[in-house]
């Protein structure tokens, strides 16, 4: 297989590109490193595509390094002909492969491998090629009579002769293909409940797959993972159900001459059983584990595309942030933390049952306060969130200064705040206060402190605990990365957990950055980076770019400009006439203009390509520049609704809190998110949510039905 050009057809783009990127990929080079700093080696590929090309070269290699260890498999059985090499290279997936090596597989003992044994392998062979028309089939069988070895009859000598014969017909590759291809095409995917703990609510979760069935080739992905986990825990039964008069008309055909022979009915009756006992259930499995795989593949996609506009939400710079972790009876912890995200404060407060110690825990947060000029609570959506909630709307108009609170999520934070990371962070803290200082900052800023929580805890996915937990770690992996790379990282503010994501970096080089920082102090400008342990030429190759250095030796450190452009960049200064010191005031009006007018001119006078020219121009202008901050922000509230509020045709505004494949779940202050389903997210007809909406998104949505007693809303953003 030509992985090279494979790659480029499906991928759509140029072969030199996919030749450059892979050289870049086995030259140890990351994917953030490629996306940003080598645009005209590889023409321009941004991250998404380098990664879905990553995976797919991966997974390529596979089928390849797959071929040849068959190949020797079979021709250490010295049955490896060129047909087999022939047929073994043409194929383009990993059961194909599997199909042809079926028949050399060492199996365990099967019906088929006891006939064997007792010498029934020339009387299959003979019932098998159908060239006899004459005679009675006893006679044919009674040289293969022998009670020593367990056969005692003309009836069990043709049993075995047909088992061997069944296992032949269900070890074909041919067969096996079209059976497979016409299972997945004509196929019945049903589930029925199992009547297991009729008194269990759980049961009601899986309701609508009580009595479900729908084409195998048309089930939407989240519906297979649902019936997935209901059969995993037992209140469903799945199969999948096909016209099997089909498929042995087929079988029929490929097997049985024109002219009938008196074995043939014996080869039909083996055939139909390989089909029942032998083929069905296996390409049944097969089936249901590609229909998961690629619910898994399509729900990690979206839980990526989630993630990613999670961690690129807007920080709120600046703002002294009390982080509110609410509870019941161990009371809500609070933390204070400055514009930076320094602790100033904690305390425990009471305002919820059983406790109900209101005007105490008022007084105490007007304190708090007052003393640190807090000017928004962050309140976590946990347990006990909807009284705390409205305890904060009751304390806010008691205050004479402007306070704001928002709801946020708080998934992971115990996670984190558990870690032994938070208990290095915060030793002195208990693990609930530690939660308040993460629900706090998260606010400040969502991406670093996110980053330091396992992506999978985070909580904007769907069916997460059933996918294959090692593929879902490196996809969300990667997003983070690329998040962290877009966004770049504070070289002296930076906790080990960010610098881990950036380019070039792992977890023991970035504890060496920050234990370099503290010995030596701030870093003052990206070629100290040199100078750290554990971190090569090849590292800071890597890293540098992404790496800021606000107020340093060189305003170009605080940009994503890499060290290996200065040179380019302080020509391109030179040839527009300005200096470094414009660049750092700000004096650059008419930069651009000059250098797109003649930018191929420039590029080669400054020796890079016209991509890179027109990075390097962006960096200049807004160093420092944070691209978060083209988003909208999030809303602060003052006030608080309850779902009792809500009246069908009320339109609300609120935010995206997450997506999934059949519709968005939107926070409208009510302390239940309500649900959009796809049919009511446009006035078009819309294939993927993603299309419409991402997480963080304001969107304005008109409420069509409210269930109070289920805590169910029906929202919808069509006409609105």
Same mark, same amino acid.
């Given at each position: ?54 995976? *797919?070269?991966? $997974? ?21 002909? /060129? ?17 042809? $090596? *079926? ?24 019932? %098998? ?81 009580? /009595? ?53 009915? $014996? ?20 089936? *249901? ?8 593949? !399509? ?50 407060? $009471? ?8 005007? #105490? ?29 409205? %305890? ?47 629900? =706090?900052?998260?606010?400040? /800023? ?74 030596? &102090? ?18 800071? #190759?890597?890293?540098? &770019? ?58 080669? =006078? ?25 988003? =909208? ?28 494949? %059949?519709?968005? %779940?939107?926070?409208? !202050? ?51």
């Amino acid at each position: 297989m030509d992985i090279i050009k494979r790659l480029a057809d499906e991928f759509g783009i140029k072969r030199s590109q996919v030749e450059s990127a892979v050289e870049l990929i086995d030259g140890g080079n990351t994917i953030p490193f490629i996306a940003r700093y080598r645009k005209e080696v590889t023409g321009g590929l941004d991250d998404q595509l380098l990664r879905e090309l990553y995976d *797919r070269l991966t $997974y390529l290699r596979a089928i390849e390094a797959r071929k040849e260890e068959v190949k020797r498999l079979i021709a250490e059985q010295d049955k490896l002909t /060129d047909e087999l090499c022939e047929l073994i290279d043409k194929a383009e997936k990993l059961a194909e492969i599997e199909d042809i $090596y *079926r028949p050399y597989r060492p199996k365990r003992r099967t019906r088929a491998t006891i006939a064997k044994d007792k010498g029934l392998e020339p009387l299959a062979d003979l019932v %098998f090629s159908q060239t006899l028309f004459e005679g009675a089939l006893e006679d044919i069988c009674l040289p293969y009579i022998d009670p020593e070895k367990g056969v005692n009859t003309a009836e069990e000598a043709l049993s075995g002769a047909m088992d061997i014969i069944a296992e032949a017909v269900s070890d074909n590759a041919e067969y096996r293909k079209f059976i497979r291809e016409y299972t997945f095409n004509a196929g019945i995917i049903s589930s029925k409940a199992t009547g297991r703990d009729e008194t269990d609510k759980k049961r009601d979760v899986y309701k609508m797959y009580h /009595d479900f069935s729908e084409p195998v080739k048309k089930i939407a992905g989240h519906r297979v993972l649902a019936i997935n986990r209901g059969e995993n825990e037992g209140f469903l039964t799945v199969k999948i159900d096909t016209d099997e008069a089909g498929v042995l008309s087929y079988l029929q055909k490929k097997l049985i001459p024109q002219r009938r022979s008196i074995t043939s009915e $014996y080869v039909e009756l083996a055939a139909a059983d390989a089909y029942k006992r032998l083929i069905a259930p296996s390409i049944e499995n097969e089936i *249901r584990n590609h229909l998961t795989d690629s619910a898994q593949e !399509g729900a990690m996609r979206v839980f990526s595309e989630n993630l990613k506009k999670l961690l690129l939400q807007p920080p709120v710079k600046d703002k002294v942030v009390m982080g509110l972790d609410p509870a019941y009876r161990t009371g809500c912890k609070i933390a204070v933390v400055d514009g930076t995200g320094r602790l100033l404060d904690t305390t425990v407060i $009471y305002p919820t049952p059983p406790q109900c110690r209101v005007e #105490e825990s008022k007084a105490k947060l007007k304190q708090l306060i007052e003393k640190h000029g807090v000017e928004l609570i962050s309140i976590g959506n946990g347990t006990a969130s909807r009284e705390s909630e409205m %305890f904060v709307a009751e304390l806010i108009k008691e205050i004479d200064r402007k306070v704001f609170y928002l709801v946020v999520s708080e998934s992971g934070a115990s996670v984190y705040s558990a870690s032994k990371l938070a208990a290095e962070e915060f030793p002195t803290l208990d693990v609930s206060q530690r939660s308040a200082v993460s629900i =706090a900052r998260r606010v400040q /800023d969502p991406l670093a402190e996110l980053v330091k929580i396992d992506p999978k805890a985070i909580g904007v996915g769907q069916y997460q605990h059933d996918m294959n937990q090692k593929r879902l770690g490196e996809a969300l992996g990667g997003v983070v990365e690329d998040c962290v790379n877009t966004v770049g990282a504070d070289l002296n503010t930076a906790s080990p957990s960010l610098l881990s994501y950036v380019s070039g970096i792992n977890g023991a080089t970035a504890k060496s950055i920050v234990s370099y920082r503290e010995e030596n &102090g701030r870093f003052k400008n990206r070629k100290q980076l040199s100078k750290v342990p554990k971190l090569g030429p090849k590292a800071f #190759e890597q890293c540098a &770019g992404f790496l800021r250095i606000v107020g340093g030796d060189n305003i170009l450190d605080n940009t994503s400009v890499h060290p290996e452009s200065y040179k380019a960049a302080q020509k391109l200064l030179e040839l527009t006439g300005f200096t470094l010191d414009d660049v750092k005031e700000g004096r650059l009006g008419g930069l651009k203009e000059k250098a797109t007018k003649n930018i191929a001119e420039y590029a080669k =006078a400054c020796g890079v390509g016209i991509p890179t020219l027109h990075d390097i121009i962006d960096e200049l202008l807004k160093p420092g520049r944070d691209p978060r901050d083209n988003i =909208a922000s999030p809303r602060f509230l003052t006030d608080v609704m309850d779902i009792d509020d809500l009246k069908p045709g009320m339109v609300l505004t609120g935010t995206v809190r997450n997506v999934m494949d %059949f519709g968005a %779940f939107v926070d409208i !202050g009510v302390h239940q998110d309500g649900l959009v389903h796809i049919s009511q997210l446009a006035d078009r007809f819309v294939r993927r949510p993603l299309d419409v909406v991402s997480v963080g998104d304001i969107v304005k949505v008109r409420v069509l039905e409210v269930d109070s007693s289920a805590k169910r809303i029906s929202l919808s953003m069509k006409n609105v």
